[in-house]
C-alpha cells in the first residue's frame, strides 16, 4: 500500500509544472518596460519613437495572458 502511495505522490508531482519560462522573460520584458515608463515620467526622459510599439505590444501581451488564464479558470475572473 505504501508503493502504490509513493507511486501516486510522484505521479501527481510529475503532472505539477513549475513556473513557465516563457511567461517569465515576458514579465521581465514588460517589468523592464514599466520601469523606463516609471523613469520617463518622474525623470522626464525623453520619448523615444519605439517606446509606443513597445508600450501597446506589452499591453497586448498582458490582454493575451489575461484571457488565457480567463479560459482555464472557465470564466471572468473578478475581485
Given at each position: 500500500m505504501t508503493r502504490l502511495t509513493l507511486l501516486a505522490?510522484?505521479?501527481l508531482c510529475a503532472?505539477?509544472?513549475g513556473p513557465d519560462p516563457v511567461r517569465l522573460a515576458s514579465d521581465?520584458?514588460?517589468l523592464a518596460l514599466a520601469?523606463?515608463?516609471a523613469d520617463g515620467w518622474f525623470r522626464a526622459l525623453p520619448f523615444v519613437a519605439?517606446?509606443?510599439r513597445l508600450v501597446r505590444a506589452a499591453?497586448?501581451?498582458w490582454q493575451r495572458r489575461i484571457e488565457?488564464?480567463?479560459r482555464l479558470a472557465a470564466g471572468p475572473v473578478t475581485r
Amino acid at each position: 500500500m505504501t508503493r502504490l502511495t509513493l507511486l501516486a505522490c510522484l505521479a501527481l508531482c510529475a503532472c505539477a509544472g513549475g513556473p513557465d519560462p516563457v511567461r517569465l522573460a515576458s514579465d521581465r520584458a514588460n517589468l523592464a518596460l514599466a520601469t523606463r515608463c516609471a523613469d520617463g515620467w518622474f525623470r522626464a526622459l525623453p520619448f523615444v519613437a519605439d517606446d509606443e510599439r513597445l508600450v501597446r505590444a506589452a499591453l497586448a501581451d498582458w490582454q493575451r495572458r489575461i484571457e488565457s488564464d480567463e479560459r482555464l479558470a472557465a470564466g471572468p475572473v473578478t475581485r
